[in-house]
């Protein structure tokens, strides 16, 4: 009898434990409220990024870059790039002069004015198609108020924005 009731006890544990695990796997497998959708008005599916490679070789960052002279003179290191409200890059900011961040400034110099040549290795620097003298006498770019933009000879286009 004893062995009977053992038997029965072990028999009704294991009915109860399987119809927990199956509740637990059915549980599971229900869309959480996350997943549901709604139907009033029905999710798209959202597309994926696009991906563009671009080989190591072929783009580099510029901000902290060196920049320099035709004629090899030190002009100071890009700190900002400017662009337009379509996102065009229009200038660089430079900060030029002063020695460990004493007596520096910055000025903004047109993109068209940077050449990128060489710039595969952080040691390279970007090439400014103008004098030392020019840059010294730049207006110094100071932020919230208006931008002027240093250019080589004829390449500037005034920045146009609705007011």
């Not at 038997?7 to 637990?24: D, G, H, I, P, Q």
């Not at 840059?135 to 108020?145: G, M, W």
């Amino acid at each position: 009898m004893r062995a009977r009731s053992l038997f029965t006890l072990v028999a009704v544990s294991l009915v109860a434990l399987s119809a927990a695990a199956s509740r637990a796997q059915n549980d599971a497998n229900a869309p959480q409220p996350s997943q549901q959708k709604s139907t009033a008005s029905p999710a798209a599916p959202v597309p994926p990024p696009s991906v563009t490679i671009i080989g190591a070789r072929d783009a580099h960052g510029v901000l902290g870059r060196d920049v320099r002279s035709s004629t090899d003179e030190d002009m100071g290191h890009i700190v900002d790039v400017i662009v337009d409200r379509a996102g065009m890059v229009r200038a660089a900011v430079i900060d030029f002069g002063g020695f460990l961040g004493v007596g520096s400034r910055k000025i903004v110099v047109d993109w068209n004015a940077l050449h990128f040549g060489r710039i595969a290795n952080k040691s390279d620097s970007i090439t400014l198609d103008l004098t030392k003298d020019q840059v010294i006498a730049a207006p110094e770019y100071k932020e919230d108020a208006p931008i002027v933009v240093l250019g080589a000879s004829g390449s500037l286009q005034p920045l146009q924005f609705d007011h």
